[in-house]
């Protein structure tokens, strides 16, 4: 049995331990992946108080750090496959910003003829395109960079993942915090974490719940910087399908404003689109949810309508 969960931002109000109660795991050992905090890794006080028992940080960030120092070539590596992404990146923000002001004009369109309904259906198909075409180019060159250089084999590497595997035979429990979704997300993926996972419940938040889903999508309606409009921007874990999750929800997007949840909707079906507020938990047991509490689903009409579990 697999135990997956997704949840909102923890904040000054967790709510982990009632969740491990209602699973069954309050008390079980656990360890934790907290790379995203980036120099802040291994702070777990606060979890620890909140759920009262100890917990091992799998410190994937120091891990990293120690295979570039160890590793030269293949940090030499590493880092050109991630100037090459952030190029790939820069490049898709050019093309998506004109693919996304297309379609928002001709949604201003007065007219609702059928000519126009076209152009906007197509406008649509085209957006969607890129997306995918992007996603398929990112999992491309990852597929490329792991076949060149077999990360999981070279021996800095495979040293520090006996030992992370050792870890994980330990606990019952993963916790994968927030953070830098981006850093969080290579560190999970240069350890292949994911292939050590057996029967561990894997309880994630904020970037955590981004990165076990099957894409990264960034999004802010009104960012201090940029232009506003959500983007792809990496391929996720896959512990967790058909879900897009959308961690604090309610201050990054306009939720009152129905023609962009629409779109937002449309643009990224088959995925459910999932807010993930404070107080949001999706639980599913092997890929099943079964449990959902404080989260809604963006639909086609622009509205939000409560998720339930089946």
């Not at 490329?144 to 999981?152: C, M």
């Not at 897009?244 to 201050?251: C, T, Y």
Request: proline share 4%.
């Amino acid at each position: 049995m697999t135990l997956r969960a997704m949840l909102g931002p923890q904040g000054d109000t967790p709510f982990i331990a009632p969740l491990l109660e209602q699973l069954g795991l309050e008390g079980a050992p656990a360890c934790a992946v907290t790379a995203g905090w980036q120099e802040r890794e291994g702070e777990l006080n606060e979890l620890e108080d909140h759920t009262a028992s100890k917990t091992l940080d799998l410190a994937l960030y120091q891990r990293a750090e120690d295979v570039f120092a160890r590793d030269p070539e293949f940090q030499q590596a590493y880092h050109q496959r991630q100037r090459r992404l952030r190029e790939m990146q820069r490049l898709y923000r050019r093309r998506l910003a004109h693919a996304v002001a297309a379609l928002r004009e001709l949604e201003l369109e007065a007219s609702s003829s059928d000519l126009v309904q076209n152009e906007r259906r197509s406008a649509m198909r085209a957006l969607r395109t890129l997306d995918r075409q992007h996603l398929r180019r990112i999992r491309g060159l990852l597929e490329a960079f792991d076949a060149r250089f077999q990360p999981l084999t070279r021996p800095v590497i495979a040293e520090h993942r006996a030992k992370i595997a050792g870890d994980l035979d330990s606990c019952r429990v993963l916790f994968l915090a927030g953070g830098h979704v981006e850093i969080l997300l290579n560190r999970l993926r240069l350890f292949g974490l994911a292939d050590l996972l057996r029967k561990q419940a894997v309880i994630a938040w904020s970037a955590g719940a981004m990165a076990i889903s099957d894409q990264i999508v960034l999004f802010h309606d009104d960012p201090v910087q940029g232009t506003g409009i959500a983007e792809v921007a990496d391929a996720g874990l896959g512990m967790v399908h058909g879900v897009l999750p959308l961690p604090h929800a309610s201050k990054r997007l306009d939720l009152d404003d129905q023609a962009r949840v629409a779109l937002f909707c449309r643009r990224f079906l088959p995925a459910r689109s999932m807010t993930l507020d404070p107080g949001a938990a999706l639980t599913w047991r092997d890929g099943d949810l079964v449990r959902a509490e404080g989260s809604a689903q963006m639909t086609r009409t622009g509205h939000l309508r409560r998720v339930i579990a089946t």
